[in-house]
């Protein structure tokens, strides 16, 4: 099985306001760079997480992804997978982590929290 590799793409969209831009797998081997990302969001008021590109998040990544919320405070996961969605859900952190949508014809029900 291959593994593929994580990237994050970084956007400023405005003042104290941040896109990553994830594409890949959020597993064992890379969560620590989505971590190490955000450690470098110094200040950031606003951190949306785009997930659309992600195939795979293991428990490590959802770790990885309570650790960035830790870090940074308040942020907001877009383009979450029907895989993705059913984790949050299942673990109880759908109320923890602002789900804005999911990705189109995946059949996991769109959410917005806040």
Do not use: F
Not at 8 to 17: C, S
């Amino acid at each position: 099985m291959s593994h593929q590799l994580l990237t994050i793409e970084v956007t400023r969209l405005d003042a104290g306001h941040v896109r990553l831009r994830l594409t890949g797998e959020l597993d064992y081997d890379s969560a620590p760079e989505l971590v190490a990302a955000a450690a470098e969001l110094h200040g950031e008021q606003h951190v949306t997480i785009d997930l659309a590109g992600v195939g795979l998040c293991d428990s490590s990544g959802l770790s990885a992804l309570l650790m960035v919320r830790r870090g940074v405070g308040a942020i907001r996961l877009t383009g979450v997978g029907a895989q993705l969605q059913q984790m949050l859900d299942r673990t109880g952190l759908t109320e923890l982590l602002a789900v804005e949508n999911a990705v189109a014809g995946d059949g996991a029900n769109l959410r917005a929290l806040g």
